[in-house]
């Protein structure tokens, strides 16, 4: 079982940064991938960004790929976005998820991953 907690969300204009956190529970959180979806009122949830378990291999959604960065930090069992540049687009609630990945394969759909958090607000005013 993991528990994620967000947080780091918050109102910012255009062009600014904001740096998302995501705390985990337990013990094994090296062994899960981990990643960052939003949803948008009136959208569905849409992946972010994703981290191997080692922090060695990343994917992002073309739409925030150069503006965002994913990190991990496994001495700590939290895992980070960066995100500068921010648009009014990339308004939405945040979550972080969870996908057990022992062997190092990492997930680009909601399915994929098993925990999730409670969400974090980011909006982006014009």
């Known amino acids: 079982q993991v528990q994620l907690v967000e947080s780091g969300g918050g109102l910012v204009q255009a062009g600014g940064s904001l740096r998302l956190s995501c705390a985990a529970s337990?013990?094994?959180?090296?062994?899960?991938?981990m990643g960052w979806f939003r949803q948008a009122p009136g959208k569905e949830r849409e992946f972010v960004a994703t981290?191997?378990?080692?922090?060695?291999?990343?994917y992002y959604a073309d739409s925030v790929k150069g503006r965002f960065t994913i990190s991990r930090d496994n001495a700590k069992n939290t895992v980070f976005l960066q995100m500068n540049s921010l648009r009014p687009e990339d308004t939405a609630i945040y979550y972080c998820?969870?996908?057990?990945?022992?062997?190092?394969?990492?997930?680009?759909?909601?399915?994929?991953?098993?925990?999730w958090g409670q969400g974090t607000q980011v909006t982006v005013s014009s």
């Open positions: 981290i191997n378990r080692s922090g060695s291999s990343t």
């Open positions: 337990g013990r094994t959180f090296s062994t899960y991938a």
């Open positions: 998820a969870a996908d057990y990945s022992p062997y190092g394969v990492v997930g680009l759909s909601s399915y994929d991953y098993e925990y």
